[in-house]
Structures are given as structure tokens and as C-alpha cells.
């Protein structure tokens, strides 16, 4: 059990007001991975003018990130000039020495033109924060706060962990890589991630698969080029890449265990720039998402297999590139549980739902891989007002009134591990 009675949890009126604003200054000023230097910047303000002890910087110089500088670019990723650097963490000590629980959020925003029509919209054109970072960023920061006001009342040691670069670079294996899991050593990590699949006061939780291992493929299909009315003297590249396309579809049909989990969606195919020319090459890009390690192994194998042999038989060459991306995340059973009982607590065992395991991807993966970790889902919906649109919509939107709900249920999470 916790420390501090549920009841000794509380986000007062002021302090509500103040994530309230907070939320929309973040919101209007939106910054892409590994360029979030004013965020980083806010953060350790509020930390400092709070007395709570941190370090920014964190994140190394670009060459601690999952993704190399050569891939950023490929992926049109422009790093900042501190690069990897943005990171923010932050130690609470409570009274006496224990355990240590490190709590998350991640600050970058996305390349997307924001569509909504309120007064918060995203001042920086392109750029939106459209999957809540600035929620959860904001989140944490009330986290802090209410902690380190009962800091006197609990043993161990609470680590915040603001983080850059979640959507794509990975910016969860820089602040690794920078010891964020050291000194003290973690032992257990919790995160919220917001979702309009429940309502504010809600949250959706259960141990096991989380998110998917996020995988990029990329085939590029070489052919011989000609004139569009006479195919036989050429060797169509667009015809080749589509039987792949279509070839590749089969893996998950008649090659995956159908109790396994997997999707294999190619979203682009680049060729040509004439209707009267036959090309000479023809690229496919896609996305591979797994859970099981097994599976990922498998489907990586036969994508190149088929795509070589398909291109062979049609007297064209196929070359692959798979690049792994973020791993899977599982919710640890032990971890996931206090999350779930201290969250009954807070809002009702009606209000804790079983959330089903999403085929996104998440870096808080990289986390978990190394130390017992759950991250929930925070209900952020608000049917009467619109706010409907998934993550990555440019109308996603987040109801406000789940900013203290997310505050009092990290903070109780956090607490009851401690406390357990």
C-alpha cells in the first residue's frame, strides 16, 4: 500500500488552472524531434523554480539516438543544433532512501498542418503537436509538483523523465544510452500515452503486449526502361513492384499463425514521371508490425525472398532494405497491477478499463526492455465537442478536464510502488 493516503493526492484549483494554461502554451508552440530546445528549455524552468534537483542536455550528441544521422535524413528529420540534447530529468528524494520509480513523458510534436479552430492552435505552420506529447509533458510537470510537495511523506526516490525525439528517432535509447535507468538505478517505470477510446476520468490498462515492434521496408524494383507502346523490348518495373505488392500480402495470410499478431502495409510506391514511358525503376515503402519476436524474424526473411524471387521471375531484380525500428512493448503484470489498483482507487474500478494492444509503435519500448514497466492509456475523448480524431489526425484534440486525472493517477501509481 502507499505511503500517503489516496485522499492526501490533490490537484488544487490554482494548480489545474496552471496545467490548463500550460498545455496551451506547449500546444502552440510545437517542436519536431530533436528540436524541442524551448520546451526542454520551459521544463527545467518550472523544475528550477520548484527546487527540484535536474539535468538537461541529456541525449548525447546525435550518436546515442536509435536512428544514425544518415537515416534522420533519409526520413527528412532535420536535427537541431542539439542534436539528441533536449533531454530532461529530474529527481525527487522522498524522506528516507528505497526504491526508485521512473515516470515519463515525451515533448516532440509532429510535421502536420494542425486543422482545428480554437484558440490554442499550434502558432508554427506544419507543426502540430497531434499525438498529446504536450498532454503528457504537461502531465508530468503537475506530477512534479504534487510530489515534491510530499516529499517528506514517502520513502525512495521519484525519477521524471522528459524526453525528446519519440516519433521516429527514438529518443528513449539517447537518454539510455545518457544513464537516465542509473544513478540512482530504476526499478520499475510507468507512462501514460492520451486516447480518445474512453473519456476523461477513464483510464484503459492490462499487462502484456502494449505496442508493436514498428518496422520500415523499403524494396526498389529494377527493370529496363522503354517506350510505353512497345512493353516486349522493355522489362516494366510499376508491373513488377505491383505483383510484389500484391505476392507480399500472402505472408500474413498463409505464413503467420493466425492466434499471432502482425501487419504488413506498404504505403508507397514511387515510379515514373511520364504515362508513355515505361521505368526503369520502380520503389515500394513499407511498415512491418509484430509482437512476437519470432515473427518479426520470419517476416523480415521472406519479404526480401519473395520480392527476389517475384522480380526474378519476371526478368527484373528486386533489392531489399529492412531497417528495425522500435521494439515491442509489453506491460509488466506486477507493475501493471499497481497501476490498476491505484487508479481504481483514485477513479473507480469502473473507470479502469482492459486496453487492447495497439499496433503503433512506442519507444518507451526501449524502457521496458530493461526494467519492469506499464504505460496506460488516458481518456482524453470528448464526443460533444468534437474531440473524436485518433493521434496523428490534424484534428486531434485532447478535453483538458484529463489533466488532473492523469496527475493523480501517476502520482498514486508512483506512490503505491514505492509504498509496495
Given amino acids: 500500500m502507499p505511503v500517503i493516503p489516496i485522499d492526501r493526492i490533490q490537484v488544487t484549483p490554482e ?22 530546445t524551448n520546451t526542454a528549455r520551459f521544463v527545467a524552468g518550472h523544475l528550477r523554480e520548484l527546487g527540484i534537483e ?4 541529456v541525449g548525447g550528441d546525435g550518436r546515442s539516438l536509435f536512428m544514425s544521422r544518415e537515416a534522420l535524413a533519409a526520413a527528412g528529420v532535420e536535427p537541431g543544433p542539439t542534436t539528441g540534447g533536449t533531454g530532461v530529468v529530474a529527481l525527487i528524494h522522498g524522506r528516507r532512501p528505497g526504491k526508485t520509480v521512473l515516470l515519463r513523458a515525451d515533448m516532440d510534436a509532429l ?37 515534491n510537495g510530499l516529499r517528506d511523506e514517502f520513502d525512495g526516490t521519484v525519477k521524471l523523465m522528459f524526453q525528446p525525439a519519440e ?56 527493370g529496363r526502361g522503354g517506350h510505353a507502346a512497345a512493353p516486349h523490348n522493355a522489362v516494366d518495373s510499376v508491373v513488377v513492384a505491383a505483383h510484389i505488392l500484391i ?53 523480415e526473411r521472406r519479404i526480401a525472398e519473395i520480392a527476389s524471387g517475384v522480380a526474378s521471375a519476371m526478368r527484373a531484380e528486386a533489392t531489399t532494405t529492412y531497417l528495425r525500428g522500435y521494439p515491442p512493448m509489453y506491460n509488466d503484470p ?3 497491477e499497481i497501476v490498476r489498483s491505484a487508479a481504481a482507487e483514485v477513479l473507480g474500478a469502473e473507470n479502469v478499463l482492459d486496453r487492447t494492444p495497439l499496433m503503433a509503435g512506442e519507444d518507451m519500448a526501449f524502457i521496458a526492455e530493461r526494467v519492469p514497466t506499464c504505460m496506460f492509456g488516458l481518456g482524453v475523448r470528448n464526443t460533444e465537442r468534437g474531440i473524436i480524431y485518433p493521434p496523428h489526425h490534424p484534428r486531434f ?24
Avoid at 510506391?269 to 508490425?289: D, F, K, M, Y
Fill in 15 to 36: 494548480l489545474d488552472a496552471w496545467l490548463r494554461e500550460t498545455r496551451r502554451y506547449l500546444h502552440m508552440n510545437p517542436e519536431l524531434s530533436l528540436q524541442e
Fill in 54 to 57: 535536474h539535468r538537461t542536455g
Fill in 111 to 147: 510535421p502536420i498542418e494542425e486543422q482545428n479552430d480554437v484558440p490554442y492552435r499550434s502558432t508554427r505552420p506544419g507543426v502540430m503537436h497531434a499525438c498529446g506529447h504536450d498532454v503528457h509533458t504537461t502531465i508530468l510537470l503537475g506530477v512534479a509538483e504534487v510530489l
Fill in 167 to 222: 516519433e521516429g528517432p527514438g529518443g528513449a535509447a539517447a537518454m539510455i544510452h545518457d544513464g537516465v535507468l542509473d544513478d540512482p538505478p530504476v526499478d520499475a517505470a510507468i507512462a501514460l500515452h492520451v486516447g480518445v477510446d474512453c473519456d476523461p476520468g477513464q483510464i484503459a490498462v492490462s499487462p502484456g503486449p502494449a505496442t508493436a515492434a514498428a518496422d520500415t521496408v523499403k524494396i526498389e524494383v529494377t
Fill in 247 to 299: 505476392a507480399l500480402q500472402t505472408i500474413v495470410s498463409r505464413e503467420v499463425n493466425p492466434l499471432e499478431s502482425a501487419v504488413v502495409t506498404f504505403g508507397a510506391l514511387h515510379s515514373g514521371s511520364a504515362n508513355n514511358v515505361i521505368p526503369q525503376t520502380a520503389v515500394l515503402e513499407g511498415t512491418v508490425r509484430t509482437y512476437s519476436a519470432a515473427v518479426r524474424d520470419h517476416i
Fill in 334 to 336: 506486477t507493475v501493471t
Fill in 397 to 420: 484534440d485532447a478535453d483538458e478536464d484529463a489533466l488532473a486525472v492523469g496527475v493523480k493517477t501517476m502520482v498514486a501509481a508512483a506512490l503505491r510502488f514505492l509504498g509496495s
